[in-house]
């Protein structure tokens, strides 16, 4: 999902680092309200950080990440994760990636937007107990919806970069994220059953989602 430096023009880049600042800034005053989230969002940080790492692959104008997006929303929530990938690809920069700095806004956005979409379309209507239990429909239909964000956020970057990229390449990028929707759903369903044999310890409540927990 990274877009390479040189694809936008500065006044592009420029826009998007407003647009990625605007949505932080409009959701800090709930994050700074609850400073039980500022430790799932250091978590967040450093998971998003870890998956990232763990595998990445160049694929046609963009690369394929393994991003974990949903075990992370599902364990530790909303905010926790929309700030946690912001930072985790700050942390991805300033210890692997340099050159990825010039776009850390445009990356921000191409996984906030999606995840912001899904968690007010689908996910803050799940009750605690669909998210406790993680059924397999559940994650399949949060992670193609957010896999899909992701696709069309990178195909806009590409679609008004200073070079026209065939439309093949992106769908040669785009195809490659059903690997991930078809393999994530499994980790997440493992990672967020397992947490709920442990869910009622105080470490679980101070670091996991309520709803999570809520089911105890």
């Not at 709930?30 to 998003?48: E, G, I, N, Y």
């Not at 990636?97 to 979409?117: F, G, I, K, R």
């Not at 991930?180 to 101070?206: D, N, S």
Request: aromatic content about 10%; hydrophobic content about 55%.
């Amino acid at each position: 999902m990274h877009i390479e430096p040189g694809v936008l023009a500065q006044t592009k880049v420029l826009a998007a680092n407003v647009a990625a600042s605007g949505v932080l800034l409009a959701h800090l005053p709930a994050l700074a309200r609850r400073p039980a989230l500022w430790l799932r969002t250091a978590l967040a940080a450093v998971f998003f950080s870890l998956f990232m790492q763990s595998f990445h692959m160049a694929v046609g104008p963009s690369e394929l990440h393994f991003i974990g997006a949903m075990p992370i929303y599902l364990l530790l929530g909303y905010l926790p994760t929309l700030f946690g990938f912001a930072l985790g690809l700050l942390l991805q920069g300033l210890l692997f990636e340099p050159q990825d700095l010039v776009h850390l806004a445009v990356n921000t956005l191409s996984l906030v937007v999606p995840l912001t979409a899904v968690h007010f379309g689908i996910g803050r209507r799940l009750s605690a107990e669909q998210v406790s239990e993680a059924r397999v429909a559940t994650v399949l239909r949060l992670d193609a919806a957010y896999y899909a964000g992701v696709t069309a956020m990178v195909g806009f970057w590409l679609a008004i970069g200073q070079e026209a990229t065939p439309f093949a390449d992106w769908a040669r990028f785009a195809s490659s994220y059903l690997v991930l929707v078809a393999l994530e759903p499994v980790f997440t369903l493992l990672i967020v059953r397992t947490m709920r044999r442990w869910r009622e310890a105080g470490w679980a409540r101070a670091c996991l989602d309520e709803r999570l927990t809520a089911a105890a």
